[in-house]
């Protein structure tokens, strides 16, 4: 992946220059071009890279010219389908004009166009070695917020930097531990171990856990490859460890029937899916067709339950799949999730999947998945027994 980065850029020693702001267009790919290798040792774009990001990517590329048309810098945001976070890709400034500014104006027409895509932050990466862009970030108002070992090619570590946009922090924001699924097809039990280390983090959290609990809540099938993991099936698994679960789904044993055409494949999932019901009724597991409003989950979550729910990937990756996220927060715009999906060929790290922030409007649509608008919200919160005497 590629780094932000600022070479030997500092807090300016000269007048700055004379500067035009404005997004890049086509015609500036050979100024850009030649401005990545004057700039960057390795890791460059290419003509084809740059020009897809210009004119076609969830990005934006702004160029500072002297009045004359000398490009000076550029700064590339790129936007998340879904998330309120933007994050500044890449920043460069031609050597005859570093120390002089340029990069603080930059970094202001990034945040202004990220403000204007109502995100309510901006990220970026610097080399840990790297003082001058670090001087720099710090002197804008960006907090470190992580650290990455062998980040870039070198093997080098990058520090990770964050600023708010003048957005409150949210009102309600629950410690969920990260989970990383390790296979295309682990998002629920992903979710899952998430929302199970949440409520009891002594929980051993390993590979084997998150296949087991895939065993155990697929469906065998699936509109292609392997079977995911059904509601129910997730529910049973977190009862089975001692967990309380209650279920709203929009559907019962035929949930995700019109994801398949075979006939025998629909009956394969029907049938695992009437005997997850049938225990999870021996287990007194409420399940309820009552749809789950922004209202109910937050009231659910400040009463202690962590909602793992069903979405469409499509929304955010473009990918018209069933998806598992686990709700860690809200606020009076966002809902905030853990993904435990990480978009690495879209250039993100695992810290752009913690705590996503999600307008309500775009969350209530994400969260219907396929022709039928199947919806699933399963809550998990810990027995009575096991909490404290003053929960």
């Known amino acids: 992946m590629r780094a932000c980065a600022l070479r030997s850029l500092a807090v300016p020693k000269t007048a700055a220059p004379k500067l035009r702001l404005r997004k890049a267009v086509p015609g500036d790919l050979d100024a850009l071009l030649k401005l990545e290798h004057e700039s960057f040792s390795g890791d460059r774009l290419n003509r084809r890279q740059l020009r897809y990001l210009i004119t076609r990517a969830r990005a934006v590329t702004i160029v500072a010219n002297t009045p004359a048309g000398e490009l000076l810098g550029y700064v590339l945001v790129l936007f998340s389908r879904a998330s309120a976070h933007a994050r500044i890709y890449s920043i460069a400034v031609a050597p005859a004009a570093r120390g002089r500014g340029v990069g603080r104006k930059l970094l202001a027409a990034a945040e202004a166009e990220s403000e204007q ?7 970026l990466e610097a080399r840990h070695d790297n003082a001058a862009a670090i001087g720099l970030y710090k ?24 600023k708010n946009l003048g957005h409150k922090r949210p009102a309600h924001l629950i410690k969920v531990p990260y989970y990383r699924q390790t296979l295309e097809f682990t998002c629920g039990p992903a979710a899952l171990i998430m ?33 995911g993991c059904t509601p129910f099936g997730l529910a049973l698994a977190a009862v089975h460890r001692g967990f309380r679960a209650s279920l709203h789904t929009s559907s019962g044993a035929d949930f995700f029937l019109d994801s398949v055409r075979s006939p025998v494949k629909k009956e394969v999932i029907e049938l695992v899916q009437k005997g997850f019901i049938r225990e999870l009724k021996e287990h007194h597991v409420p399940i309820s067709r009552k749809t789950v409003s922004l209202d109910m989950l937050q009231r659910r979550v400040q009463a202690g339950a962590i909602p793992i729910v069903l979405i469409s990937s499509y929304r955010i990756y473009g990918d018209k799949a069933p998806h598992w996220v686990v709700v860690t927060g809200y606020d009076e715009r966002f809902v905030r999730v853990h993904d435990p999906y990480v978009d690495t060929e879209a250039g993100e790290t695992l810290v752009d999947s913690l705590d996503m922030p999600i307008l309500h409007k775009e969350f209530s649509r994400m969260t219907r998945y396929g022709r039928a608008g199947l919806k699933a919200v399963l809550f998990i919160e810990r027995d009575q027994e096991d909490r404290p005497a003053n929960g």
């Not at 929980?203 to 392997?226: A, D, P, Q």
């Open 117 to 123: 895509a109502s995100c309510v932050s901006i990220r």
């Open 139 to 162: 002197a804008c108002g960006y907090r470190q917020f992580d650290r990455i070992s062998d980040y870039y090619d070198d093997h080098e570590q990058a520090l990770r930097f964050e």
């Open 195 to 227: 929302a199970m280390k949440a409520l009891d983090p002594g929980l051993k959290v390993n590979r084997e856990l998150e296949i087991t609990l895939w065993r155990e809540s697929t469906t065998v099938f699936m509109t292609s490859g392997i079977g």
